[in-house]
């Protein structure tokens, strides 16, 4: 069963930097497309980025520009540098498995997320 364990989140000021990981058991990492998601209170679970297995990217109209997904399939983890944050970009972040180009398509399991919180 996969695994994943999200870290890197923090209270930062707007206009201000972080960087996420996602480090993912099972030897399947490398074969799958990850993306980065994130839930803010009361609403839904939205993907933000993904990264296919050929490191090609892509990104939220709401993120583009200012977030960048990486992937270092040695480590079995994935990335997300934010930056220029904003105060809408405070969430919970999950990174899971998503579809190439864009979609989600996670496993049935979610690690505990990295909170992020921006403020203003």
């Known amino acids: 069963q996969v695994q994943l364990v999200e870290s890197g989140g923090g209270l930062v000021q707007a206009g201000g930097s972080l960087r996420l990981s996602c480090a993912a058991s099972?030897?399947?990492?490398?074969?799958?497309?990850m993306g980065w998601y994130r839930q803010a209170p009361g609403k839904q679970r939205e993907l933000v980025a993904v990264i296919g297995t050929g490191s090609t990217r892509k990104y939220a109209d709401s993120v583009r520009g200012r977030f960048t997904i990486s992937r270092d399939n040695a480590k079995n983890t994935v990335y997300l540098q934010m930056n220029n944050l904003k105060p809408e970009d405070t969430a919970v972040y999950y990174c899971n498995r998503a579809r190439f180009p864009w979609g989600g398509f996670p496993y049935d399991y979610w690690g505990q997320g990295t909170q992020v919180t921006v403020s203003s």
């Open positions: 099972g030897s399947t990492f490398s074969i799958n497309t």
